[in-house]
């Protein structure tokens, strides 16, 4: 099974000068200058790049860049690590329809030299589909009545709205009152209509791809909302001429409802045919992923939580199941100093103290507690509302960082734990996908710890 990383423009600047807090003078061009993680380390913590149109299209110097130089150049990963392309529907999420025409498609995976292309999909999850309806009851029975109809009756004194069929309810609402009734459902239809869409494109780009003699694997997307669904699909492609599928929609799912679809679908699928999950790449199921069928994953997960989560930044390289909170030490530009007990010491100076401090720590210069405290401190004063003392007493114990073999730790020692802005944040990401690619590999062969 193979591992894709999501390409989101995840680069450092390799020279930023950590105790100014400056980035590297010759820093002109950060495109240039700026190191992806598989530049930073001896060879990439993933087996390949997933590059999604929407995301390159957000700039058009971006654009230009992968269209000239070609995806592997423009993401400088050596050739032989694959180039995975898609749409990004959820990029388009909200739009009725996909904003890209399959032979466009095709073209741009061919032209920019993608390994592998995928199919134009339409994604069919609950928060897209949900829709309202209005009734009125009128001698017992509930009537269909339209929006502004609706919102103008809530208005009236006597109106009572309720947001479930209740019998009881009506029989005992009073003759004068208004009784509404505001209802959601799932628009089957529409659900219908994407599901429908993602199969013809599909149809259409296979086709295409073999009318037009591309080079680059067809990959076709499905999209459903159960495992008959999928699994329907998976046997549609198949009899296209399919070798590759992608299951898509399932981010927001159960593990155990993921292993539901995978276990409808895995009967199905032949031997031959190789099967890729969008933005799933769950440890403690990947063995589970690689019985039924499972032959690559993507996520970006591991990587952004080491800024997104609230306390869980760090991973730790000895253990999957345990990550450490980041010392958040903000900077203190545009902050306003909250009041202390009269205390005149400048925000700015407790900032300062906070990074001081942490670094004579690691040196072993000072205490844990006075590190903590004067942390804590900072945190309170700029503003910070959540309590991190437990979180912060657990990392600056254990100092996780002192540990890890990963050379982006062992070159930035301490700076890499702490909340501060991309240079720390996302190096801190590139150890946690290094950490992960680990339990990853371990995790085929049957274990998950790497000691």
């Known amino acids: 099974m193979k591992y894709y990383i999501p390409e989101w423009d995840d680069r450092v600047d390799p020279d930023f000068n950590f105790l100014t807090d400056q980035n590297s003078p010759t820093r002109i061009d950060p495109y240039e200058h700026d190191l992806y993680a598989h530049e930073l ?218 292993l539901e679809i995978l276990e409808a679908v895995s009967p199905i699928k032949k031997a031959e045919t190789e099967m890729h999950l969008f933005g799933v790449a769950r440890l403690e199921a990947i063995p589970q992923f690689q019985k039924m069928g499972v032959t690559s994953v993507d996520s970006a997960g591991p990587l952004r939580q080491a800024w997104l989560s609230s306390s869980k930044n760090y991973y730790d390289p000895h253990d999957p199941e345990k990550a450490y909170s980041a010392i958040r030490i903000p900077p203190s530009e545009g902050k306003k100093m909250k009041k202390s007990g009269g205390a005149d010491t400048s925000i700015q100076m407790l900032e300062q103290k906070s990074l001081n401090l942490l670094r004579a720590y690691d040196r072993g210069e000072v205490s844990l507690q006075e590190t903590l405290d004067a942390v804590l401190e900072y945190n309170h004063l700029a503003g910070e509302k959540q309590n991190y003392s437990r979180e912060y007493y657990e990392t600056l114990k254990d100092k996780p960082w002192k540990t890890c073999p990963c050379l982006l730790c062992k070159k930035t020692g301490i700076d890499i734990i702490i909340f501060r802005r991309n240079n720390r944040n996302r190096r801190r990401g590139f150890h946690n996908t290094w950490a992960f690619y680990r339990f990853f590999k371990n995790a085929l062969i049957g274990g998950l710890n790497v000691d």
């Not at 069929?165 to 209509?193: I, P, S």
């Not at 073999?210 to 499905?222: E, L, N």
Request: hydrophobic fraction near 30%.
């Open 41 to 258: 380390y001896d060879s990439p913590n993933y087996d390949g790049i997933l590059i999604s149109k929407v995301v390159l299209e957000e700039n058009k110097t971006k654009q230009e860049k992968a269209r000239t130089k070609g995806v592997h150049a423009y993401v400088r990963i050596p050739k032989h690590y694959p180039v995975f392309g898609d749409c990004g529907a959820f990029g388009y999420l909200i739009q009725h329809d996909p904003p890209y025409e399959t032979d466009e498609i095709l073209k741009y995976y061919q032209e920019l030299g993608f390994d592998y292309g995928v199919s134009i999909d339409h994604m069919i999850v609950p928060g897209i589909l949900k829709r309202k309806r209005y009734f009125q009851e009128v001698g017992g029975n509930w009537v269909p009545i339209e929006e502004g109809q609706f919102k103008h009756l809530s208005e009236l004194p006597n109106s009572k709205i309720v947001t479930k069929r209740n019998t009881r309810q009506m029989a005992l609402h009073g003759t004068q009152e208004v009784l509404l009734l505001e209802e959601e459902f799932l628009d089957e239809m529409e659900r219908e209509r994407r599901y429908q869409l993602t199969i013809r494109n599909a149809e259409e780009f296979i086709k295409q791809h073999r009318d037009q003699k591309y080079s680059f694997t067809p990959i076709g997307a499905v999209q459903g909302w159960d495992p008959d669904s999928y699994a329907h699909v998976v046997q549609l492609y198949q009899e296209m001429g399919y070798r590759y599928i992608a299951l898509g929609g399932l981010v927001r799912s159960q593990t155990s409802e993921i």
